[in-house]
C-alpha cells in the first residue's frame, strides 16, 4: 500500500505556495483597479445628474426669463427645482452660482481628479461657483 502512495503524482508544498502566492499579487492589482471603477462610476452619474439640474433651471428661465437669485455658492438643492429634478438626484457637492439675469453657473466636485472633462467644463462656464476639489460646471452657455 505504501508503494502505491508513494507513485500517485501531486503538487510539492514549495509548488501550492507560488500558486497562491502568484494568485495573491494578481487578486491584489484587480482590487486596486476596481477602487478607480466605483469612483469613475459616481462621477458619470453625478454629471449626468448635474446636466438634468441644468435643465431644470433652463425651464424655470423659459418661465420667468430669469435664473433663481440666491448668493453665489448656494447649494443646489435650495433653488426649489420642484418636479423637475429629484431632490435625490441633486450631487450634494452641487453649487449654484447666478452670473446674471440671464446666465448662471452650476458645479460640483468629482471623486477623480484626473477626469479631464472638468477643466474643459470650468474653462467654459468661466468659473467654479465656489467648489474649489476637482470641480466640473455646467452652465447657460
Not at 486596486?32 to 449626468?48: E, L, M, V, W, Y
Request: charged share 15%.
Amino acid at each position: 500500500m505504501k508503494k502505491i502512495l508513494q507513485k500517485l503524482p501531486a503538487f510539492t508544498l514549495i509548488e501550492l505556495l507560488v500558486v497562491i502566492s502568484i494568485i495573491g499579487i494578481l487578486a491584489a492589482l484587480l482590487l486596486a483597479n476596481f477602487a478607480g471603477i466605483r469612483d469613475r462610476a459616481d462621477d458619470a452619474k453625478n454629471k449626468n445628474n448635474l446636466k438634468q439640474v441644468q435643465t431644470a433651471l433652463r425651464m424655470m428661465y423659459n418661465d420667468s426669463q430669469s435664473y433663481p437669485d440666491v448668493p453665489a455658492g448656494t447649494a443646489c438643492s435650495g433653488l426649489g427645482l420642484g418636479a423637475n429634478v429629484s431632490a435625490s438626484d441633486i450631487p450634494a457637492t452641487c453649487r449654484y452660482e447666478r452670473v446674471s439675469s440671464d446666465s448662471f453657473r452650476a458645479c460640483i466636485s468629482l471623486n477623480n481628479g484626473a477626469d479631464s472633462d472638468g477643466p474643459a467644463s470650468v474653462t467654459r462656464c468661466g468659473g467654479t461657483a465656489g467648489v474649489t476639489t476637482s470641480p466640473f460646471c455646467v452652465c447657460s452657455n
